[in-house]
């Protein structure tokens, strides 16, 4: 309704009030005057609630010429009309581009003209709708800041003539993402609604290319719009069979709650298989490759959505986000052998013709990947999760599917199990994204687990296909369901935004948390020269990858008339070379970081098992930082021989900080190496920092007391391996230069004070440590160059530099440096 009808609608009503009030006292009477304006009140208040306003999107699609728009999302806009225009909503769609408004128009009208309509309407009732959205539909050129104000005005303008009250504007980023910040500045300056309507802006992908510059790129948009305004689309999050991973949980809670982890699930696999290649995107693909286009964003969120807690509430978009994010949080980081990578052979070719480079080019680029990932809590404790995606492969597939261990032997044979729920048949899950043999989306279990409830209304049985085997099993194996109307992902998730349902989308926690879960391998891999394949069927078993312990690897070596020839591929620095030398007057090994890390885990654990054969026990000593980590990983993953049962853990030095700071080092310490390996808890000697709820305060003691607990179980308080490392500053454990504590006397563990944040630290002091057995100092990193140079020249100063101050009494110092820490 108009304003102006409302204003006199609302006259109306207070005259009518006035004339109640009048009929019910006399003016005279004391209260008449004082009752009216209450009178009034009430009635103006109904009469304008009465009168609610009709809402108004307006949504405006950037990039509106482009291929995506054309292919998808005008689709999505046109399918949201269908569905919402019957229920009261009022929209208006503006396409905007660069593009002058006449050749814009033009190009929009063809696009607007081809859209298809749903089976489900009727034609004729179809033809009137989309001549309706076609009439709602505008080009709009979109360039300068004072186009968005203009843009503004007009759709204020509209709202305020067809007497609609504005919800919201919608603004669709179908544009590169080098022009977002551009447009982002225009939309929060000059194209805000009102204070009364939510904006919402959507975003494609790319997000960055690794953790920095997601972050950038996040702090970036952050500073325009609010979080809770950005909707980042991953599109797979819409594909239908993905989109009800979740639903499936919540609604088979029952049959699932017994079954969804570790005791029953054998294995989790996320697979995207294609059959195209990069040729004619090679520009886009040789920056990116295969795991930042499909596994960092869409294989990585679909793994959350099998592996994330269920929330009470699955319907709750915040609950979602929320256990999701705590999903990344439980993956185990990494390692370079986590990865297989492929290429295949005609990639590098078609880089050399699209890109114009010189004849011996060889592209490192992966387009194959298998990763495995292992999830981190009680639920998924040891069960492989594999993501595997790759172009040029034999099948065009997407499928999630949950592999249940299967414990029964069956003493028929097989012929005798047809038709018959043998439990012997494999027991799986599988959330069938699409193509492949059946074409279609759907959600299969097997018939020997349980019939699963599905919304009726939208998921229905799929009819017997005798033709179709999946995984090995005819498809009467399982009980199979599909859509009922099959819908395009972006139609999903355009309704999506309209209802503001946010977990379909990606928060910045959770695309950062994906990059701190994805850069180090990258990173690590970025000179891995990955295996050729043919390509297509040919592939044969090349591609085939096994587990190996926590590993990965190809099954079959890899045949010699694939592998470039020499020259081609840049070599690789790290081929097995450990140098031998002194340092210091003591023995030095030198080597690339991964070697350097080997070794040193291998020295360790010669140690302890020299320490346990003789006495019974083993007694390390571990600094905290950044270093170790990948140590410790080491330890954790590959020495099954480690004496864990008989070794004692203790730390070299610690912040004053609770235990559950990520600054702690005993958090540290607990997340890459306690969590994997079976030390007895009485064996683990956390430095006792935080006493009586506060942190390192002298009068508690917590030095003296580490100190006794050390006399105690430490024979001659000489451990067998203390590991170090050495600040740039020419600090070690937590003793640093000009700070008297610690360097020499009788205590064995002192409080002191560290140049940087945080300020107070707990230390074995140096009298201690060079009692031990053997020291091993760890140095890595080409910051350390400068230091590494001037230590190796200076005497006996630890007042100066501590780490000069370690010469044990009678054990044996060994330096353990990478050649970029040693070599610069
Ligand atoms: C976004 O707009 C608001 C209001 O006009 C303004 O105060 C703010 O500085 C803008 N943000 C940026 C990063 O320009
Ligand atoms: C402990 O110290 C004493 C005296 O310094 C020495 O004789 C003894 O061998 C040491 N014990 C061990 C187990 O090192």
Not at 54 to 75: P, R
Request: proline share 6%; aromatic share 10%.
């Amino acid at each position: 309704m108009p304003p102006s009808q409302v204003v006199t609608r609302c006259t109306l009503t207070l005259r009518l009030a006035f004339h109640v009030q009048c009929n019910t006292l006399h003016p005279r009477h004391p209260g008449f005057w004082k009752m009216l304006p209450v009178a009034v009140w009430v009635a103006l208040l109904g009469c304008l609630q009465a009168q609610e306003l009709q809402e108004h999107v307006s949504i405006i699609l950037l990039g509106a010429t482009g291929d995506l728009a054309k292919k998808y999302l005008w689709q999505g806009l046109f399918q949201l009309y269908l569905d919402e225009a019957g229920k009261g909503h009022h929209f208006s769609f503006h396409g905007a581009a660069l593009t002058a408004p006449e050749q814009g128009q033009e190009v929009l009208a063809k696009v607007l003209e081809s859209l298809s309509c749903p089976k489900d309407v009727a034609p004729d009732r179809c033809a009137e709708l989309k001549g309706q959205f076609q009439r709602l539909s505008q080009y709009r050129q979109l360039k300068t800041p004072e186009d968005y104000l203009a843009l503004s005005k007009d759709m204020e303008a509209l709202v305020q003539r067809e007497g609609l009250r504005e919800a919201g504007r919608i603004f669709y980023f179908s544009v590169p993402p080098f022009a977002y910040a551009d447009i982002a500045r225009s939309i929060n300056s000059s194209c805000r609604p009102g204070p009364d309507a939510w904006l919402r802006v959507v975003l494609e992908k790319p997000f960055g290319h690794d953790y920095l510059s997601a972050q950038q790129l996040a702090e970036e948009l952050g500073s325009f719009f609010q979080e809770e305004e950005m909707y980042r689309v991953d599109h797979y999050l819409g594909k239908q069979a993905v989109a009800q991973i979740l639903p499936f949980r919540d609604q088979n809670r029952k049959a699932l709650d017994g079954l969804w982890n570790r005791h029953h699930v054998e294995r989790v696999e996320v697979v995207l298989k294609e059959t195209l290649d990069a040729e004619g995107r090679t520009s886009f693909y040789e920056e990116y490759g295969v795991i930042r286009d499909v596994l960092q964003n869409h294989l990585t969120e679909i793994l959350t959505l099998v592996a994330m807690e269920l929330p009470h509430d699955a319907s709750s978009s915040a609950a979602v986000l929320q256990h999701k994010l705590q999903a990344f949080q439980a993956l185990r980081g990494l390692r370079r052998g986590s990865a297989v990578l492929g290429q295949y052979q005609a990639y590098s070719e078609q880089v050399r013709r699209e890109l114009h480079k010189p004849d011996g080019f060889q592209s490192l680029t992966p387009t194959f990947a298998g990763i495995l990932v292992h999830v981190d809590n009680l639920r998924w404790e040891g069960v492989p999760f594999i993501l595997m995606s790759g172009k040029a492969l034999d099948e065009r597939v997407g499928y999630v599917r949950v592999l249940f261990k299967n414990r029964a032997f069956c003493a028929q044979s097989e012929k005798q199990w047809v038709g018959d729920r043998s439990r012997c048949l494999p027991q799986q899950i599988v959330f069938y994204i699409g193509h492949g043999e059946l074409g279609s989306p759907a959600v299969l279990v097997s018939r020997t687990l349980f019939r699963p409830a599905l919304p009726a209304g939208s998921w229905k049985e799929l009819e017997a296909r005798p033709e179709v085997r999946l995984f090995g099993r005819p498809l009467s194996d399982f009980y199979a369901y599909g859509p009922v109307r099959e819908q395009d992902a972006y139609s999903t998730l355009i309704s999506h935004i309209f209802h503001g349902r946010k977990d379909s989308f990606i928060t910045t926690e959770n695309l950062l948390a994906s990059w701190v879960f994805w850069t180090p391998l990258l990173e690590g891999l970025a000179r891995e020269a990955p295996r050729l394949y043919p390509g297509g069927a040919e592939n044969g078993h090349l591609l085939d990858f096994e587990f190996r312990g926590s590993e990965l690897a190809f099954c079959l070596q890899q045949p010699e008339q694939l592998v470039p020839g020499p020259g081609s591929a840049p070599p690789r620095p790290s081929d097995f070379q450990v140098l031998r030398a002194t340092y210091r007057d003591s023995p030095l090994v030198a080597a690339w970081p991964e070697e350097l890390i080997a070794k040193l885990a291998d020295d360790i654990e010669a140690a302890a098992a020299k320490a346990v054969q003789r006495f019974g026990q083993f007694h390390l000593a571990l600094s905290g930082g950044s270093s170790p980590v990948a140590l410790f990983q080491q330890l954790a993953a590959g020495h099954y021989g480690f004496p864990w049962a008989h070794t004692h853990l203790w730390l070299v030095d610690e912040r004053c900080v609770p235990p559950w700071d990520p600054e702690s080092n005993f958090q540290g310490l607990q997340t890459h190496l306690l969590r994997h390996v079976w030390v007895p808890h009485y064996n683990v000697h956390p430095m006792p920092v935080h006493l009586r709820r506060r942190l390192c305060a002298e009068e508690d003691r917590g030095a003296q007391a580490y100190a006794e607990e050390i006399s105690a179980l430490v024979t001659n308080g000489s451990f067998d391996l203390v590991l170090l490392g050495m600040g740039t500053d020419g600090h070690t454990a937590s003793l640093f230069p000009q700070s008297p504590t610690g360097l020499d006397g009788e205590q064995l563990v002192v409080l002191t004070e560290s140049p940087v944040k945080p300020h107070h630290r707990m230390s074995l002091s140096l009298p201690l440590i060079n009692r031990a057995r053997k020291v091993a100092v760890l140095v890595m990193g080409k910051l350390k160059r400068d230091i590494t140079l001037l230590v190796s020249r200076v005497g006996h100063q630890p007042k100066k530099w501590p780490i000069s101050g370690i010469l044990p009494d009678s054990g044996q110092l060994v330096w353990y440096m990478d050649y970029e820490a040693f070599l610069g």
